[in-house]
């Protein structure tokens, strides 16, 4: 099924459905604020124009959540029928996969390939895997004395906000929604503005397939207008937010100065793979420079520095250069396409801008421009860069997002555990070694939420993900997401 090969993508554009407004209480509405103009960065295109969310329209999705919450037809339901609603939502959304990932890929420039094959396949698997979770949560029953009998239960936390990123944009809403929804939340998303139209459709799959009216709200919108609503709403329970820290933190002060709801907050990195003297080099810096340029480089876990012993940087650059001459973008609707167009203008510039001022700061191009790639025109396309670097240059510092690799030099083990954790960011980090001792105790100094060892992006619904330091805080995915959107409360009973 998840297949992209054989397909006319670009003829069946024509077909696809886009909505025009918010999906409040399982129906689209009229949105009052300023309107969401969008653009394909595939070629320049203009997409069907969203009338985005107001405040008051905030207001509505988070009422309409919280009747659905407190009218209970599906908080209340037995854990096993929630699961089982959400294995339906899953099965809804395997059935229309094509249209939603073709959606992604006209949105964010994302190659079909990927939007279908590994983003959908990973929403489909989010909503079955907390569909089957969700009748086995088990609550606590404290050893008293005979004359007592005390409980420890998990409750939903009740009206959740997400506020999910462009870059994996449904990936993003499902492992944030579904946990939510397995312990009996209802939610309020707002999606990127790029990418809106198809959390839209995603909405009103999932009404389709079984979700009751408001318990799952979509309000696209301007970050500063729909997100700060959500963020200062004193009827939002808990909000969880993936994005930048500049933004994350200012969730922070929203709850402050509201009701003081919980913030999740998942901030971005800056990833450090970390290749030990007895590692296989080749496969070390190939595996990293396709985790840097994977997506466009658009991901907070992209591996955006190599650090390899100073003796083999050059043998390094080399390689790396090598990934990076034949990671040329292509058109996003082309089946075999393996990196697509970014996700703006503004973005790409922004990236552009970091290998243009490397030269400035001391680094050295080794591969790769400034220059936009032109590709379908009126896109926004860029070739992948390999840039030799120290830690304090500005490309080894900050979060580029974009396929910009840093390579770095160490002189021992100390020196590269602390170039790996000297960023503001501790998300993610990869190792690279045989010597299992060594593994063990530089996996552990490495100030990262995951630590991927001799490979790179890989695990499953079962382990969670989220990082530490300046990358933020709790964990989506696995069952400790489901902590987030859920009350303790104990119950103490006097039998005496």
């Known amino acids: 099924m998840f297949s992209a090969q054989g397909e006319d993508w670009v003829g069946r554009i024509d ?163 579904a946990p939510a929804l397995a312990a009996g939340n209802s939610v309020v998303v707002k999606p990127a503005e790029h990418t809106s139209h198809s959390a839209l459709l995603l909405a009103e799959i999932a009404a389709h397939a079984g979700l009751p009216a408001g318990v799952f709200n979509v309000v696209p919108g301007h970050g500063a207008v729909a997100g700060r609503a959500l963020g200062e709403h004193p009827d939002v329970d808990v909000l969880t937010f993936t994005g930048s820290p500049e933004v994350g933190r200012r969730f922070l002060g929203y709850s402050a100065a509201s009701n003081g709801k919980r913030v999740w907050l998942e901030l971005g990195g800056k990833t450090a793979s970390l290749v030990l003297p007895d590692a296989d080099l080749d496969k070390a810096v190939r595996a990293t420079a396709d985790g840097c340029f994977y997506n466009q480089g658009q991901m907070c876990t992209s591996s955006s520095r190599l650090l390899v012993p100073r003796a083999r940087r050059d043998e390094a650059l080399e390689i790396a250069a090598a990934v990076a001459a034949d990671s040329e973008p292509a058109d996003p609707l082309d089946p075999a396409t393996g990196m697509g167009a970014i996700v703006s203008d503004r973005q790409l510039e922004r990236i552009a801008g970091f290998v243009r001022r490397a030269p400035d700061d001391g680094a050295r191009v080794v591969a790769g421009s400034a220059a936009r790639r032109e590709v379908i025109p009126g896109g926004s396309y860029f070739a992948p860069a390999v840039i030799a670097a120290d830690p304090s240059h500005e490309v080894a510092r900050e979060e580029i997002f974009g396929p910009v690799l840093s390579v770095i030099a160490y002189d021992d083990l100390d020196d590269a555990l602390r170039i790996a954790n000297g960023t503001e960011y501790g998300l993610a980090a990869a190792l690279w070694s045989d010597d299992l001792k060594a593994v063990h105790r530089v996996s552990r100094r490495l100030r990262a939420g995951v630590v991927w060892v001799n490979c790179f992006e890989e695990g499953d619904m079962t382990i969670p993900f989220g990082g530490v330091k300046g990358s933020g805080y709790g964990r989506d995915k696995s069952l400790h997401a489901i902590d987030k959107f859920t009350d303790l409360k104990t119950t103490w009973i006097d039998l005496s």
């Open 15 to 177: 077909a696809l459905t886009f909505h025009d407004g918010p999906f409040v209480d399982g129906r689209i509405v009229l949105g009052h604020g300023d309107p969401l103009t969008l653009t394909a960065p595939r070629d320049g295109r203009a997409l069907p124009v969203i009338a985005a969310a107001s405040p008051d329209d905030v207001d509505a999705a988070v009422r309409s959540a919280r009747r659905a919450f407190d009218e209970g037809e599906f908080s209340r339901l037995a854990p096993r029928e929630r699961g089982r609603v959400l294995r339906d939502v899953a099965e809804a959304v395997h059935a229309r996969a094509d249209q939603l990932a073709l959606l992604i890929a006209l949105e964010m420039g994302k190659p079909i390939r990927e939007a279908l094959e590994t983003e959908m396949r990973a929403v489909v698997n989010c909503f079955r895997w907390y569909g089957e979770a969700a009748d086995k949560l088990i609550d606590e029953s404290p050893v008293t004395g005979d004359d007592s009998l005390a409980l420890v239960t998990r409750e939903p936390a009740g009206v959740v906000a997400a506020v999910v990123p462009w870059n994996f944009p449904l990936t993003m809403t499902a492992w944030k929604v």
